[in-house]
């Protein structure tokens, strides 16, 4: 697993990812958005992850793999910034 810290505040939970793709990533429990910050320094939001996913997200071995193999191809996204 490679999260460094996890914040709630709230109905946010803040995670800070050490991954050679992804830099941190943020979920409202409320709207079910996930937002992912690569180390590029790019964001994007994907919508309607169930906690569950989620989770999975949060405790799997590489979140990098995980967002690609199981948010990517499942959920509706757009880039932040």
């Not at 793709?21 to 910050?37: F, M, N, R």
Request: aromatic share 12%; proline share 2%; charged share 20%.
């Amino acid at each position: 697993m490679s999260i460094k810290k996890e914040k709630i505040s709230g109905r946010i939970i803040d995670l800070n990812i050490k991954s050679a793709s992804l830099k941190s990533a943020s979920y409202d429990i409320l709207t079910e958005k996930l937002t992912v910050t690569f180390n590029s320094g790019t964001s994007y939001s994907y919508y309607k992850i169930p906690v569950l996913t989620f989770t999975k997200f949060k405790l799997a071995k590489s979140q990098g793999v995980y967002l690609n193999t199981h948010i990517v191809p499942n959920y509706s996204y757009r880039k932040v910034k």
